[in-house]
């Protein structure tokens, strides 16, 4: 079934206002609403719900009624998602990447599997993530030291993607996974991926964008929580994370440039995280807090 996305572009005050809008009008539907930054210079930004085609004129309606009160100048714009089999790009030409225990590696692979390899299969597609880029490879490192050293009773990875970082997780310990994306495709291969390395159970992915869910309050507070996505929104939601934290859990961040680790770093200890750790990977880093309490 093929796939849109209904958009207003504005700036960045007003696409926060369209997000309460929709996120309110909408409740706990299965539909992903996020914004995104366009252009930072100009201050252009996008507000967007996924949904699928024959759903167009209701969901639309529904949307054109929202905005009406206070957004009614913002005209509704429209994408076709392309329909891409993720599961079928295969990662062929890619060498396994190992990091601590882990080894993530393609299907065609599986004899460089060693007997105490914790070992996770990925043939998603780049565009989700593969273990290969120093971000994901940073954080399963952090993963298994937070593992090894702290009790964890159940965790958050936030901006799932290819569910790499959550299978991780379940690979280790036998609690509960929060896994969360704003892209429903991503989603789909995460769980896809999931069944492909023996886990139908313990992980729950979700689409939800940021923290516009009442799966996390369900499943939270977290005693370890995940974040791979980019500097610029972790900074901004860091309250809100610190916020589904349990005392005493840990926070790994990454999809960060080395260049920015200081802004992260003031914006998290201003929160009450402790610094632990920082990985560098090619150009990039992974930051390990911890809550000050506990």
Partial sequence: MSEIRLYVTTT????????????????????????????????????????????EDDIRGRLAEMLA???????????????????????????????????????????????????????????????????????????????RARKVRNALDLGTGSGVLAIAVRKLLPVPVLATDID??????????????????????RTAPGFHSTAFGDYGPFDLIIANI???????????????????GSVILSGILAAQRWKVIAAYSGVGLSHVRTIWRNGWVTIHFRHGKG
């Avoid at 429903?184 to 729950?204: H, L, Y």
Wanted: glycine residues 8%; hydrophobic residues 40%.
């Fill in 69 to 147: 009160p206070d957004f009614s100048d913002l005209g509704i714009e429209r994408e076709i998602i392309p329909e891409i089999d993720w599961i079928a790009k295969s990662l062929e030409g890619l060498t396994p990447v190992r990091a601590g225990r882990f080894l993530v590696h393609g299907s065609h692979d599986r004899d460089k599997v060693r007997l105490n390899d914790v070992a996770i299969e990925i043939d998603a597609g780049q565009a989700f993530g593969t273990g290969h880029h120093g971000t994901t490879a940073g954080c399963l490192e952090v993963i298994e030291e937070v593992v």
């Fill in 12 to 55: 960045e005050t007003r696409a926060n206002g369209v997000l309460d809008v929709m996120t309110f009008g909408f409740g706990e539907e299965d539909y992903a609403i996020a914004t995104t930054e366009v252009d930072e210079k100009n201050d252009i930004w996008e507000t967007s719900i996924y949904l699928m085609f024959e759903e």
């Fill in 184 to 205: 429903p495709i991503a989603v789909r291969v995460a769980k896809e991926n999931a069944r492909r390395n023996q886990i139908v159970t313990g992980i729950d992915f």
């Fill in 230 to 248: 980019l500097a610029r929104p972790l900074i901004r939601m860091a309250p809100q994370l610190v916020n589904h934290l349990a005392d005493g």
